[in-house]
Nanobody
Framework: VQLVESGGGLVQSGGSLRLSCAAS????????MSWYRQAQGKERELVAL????????HYAGSVKGRFTISRDNAKITVYLQMNSLKPEDTAVYYC???????WGQGTQVTVSS
C-alpha cells in the first residue's frame, strides 16, 4: 500500500498550490479519501474529505471556499487545490484513505507573509 503526496513547497501569501496523492495497493475506487494537515506544535486536523465516487465533499471551516478536493479514479489520484493561501495554512499535509486507514508520508506547505 502506498500513498505518495507531491506538490508542496514555498508560496507567498495569496498564492496557490495543488497537492496530488497517488495511490496504489488497495481498491481506490472504494475508498473515501481525505487530506489532513499538521502544523508545528499542533494536532493533526482534517482539511477536506471526498467520498468514493467524488459526489460528496466536506471541508474544515478554515479552508472552505479556498480549498477544493477532487479525485480522478482512472488515475488513482486525489488532489487538493489550495487558493488564497495564508501563513496559517503552513503545515505538513497528509493524504489518507479513510476507508482503509492508510496514510501518506506528508508534504510540506509553507506560506510566507
Amino acid at each position: 500500500v502506498q500513498l505518495v503526496e507531491s506538490g508542496g513547497g514555498l508560496v507567498q501569501s495569496g498564492g496557490s498550490l495543488r497537492l496530488s496523492c497517488a495511490a496504489s495497493g488497495f481498491t481506490f475506487i472504494w475508498s473515501a479519501m481525505s487530506w489532513y494537515r499538521q502544523a508545528q506544535g499542533k494536532e493533526r486536523e482534517l482539511v477536506a474529505l471526498i467520498n468514493s465516487v467524488g459526489g460528496s465533499t466536506h471541508y474544515a471551516g478554515s479552508v472552505k471556499g479556498r480549498f477544493t478536493i477532487s479525485r480522478d479514479n482512472a488515475k488513482i489520484t486525489v488532489y487538493l487545490q489550495m487558493n488564497s493561501l495564508k501563513p496559517e495554512d503552513t503545515a505538513v499535509y497528509y493524504c489518507k484513505s479513510e476507508t482503509y486507514n492508510y496514510w501518506g508520508q506528508g508534504t510540506q506547505v509553507t506560506v510566507s507573509s
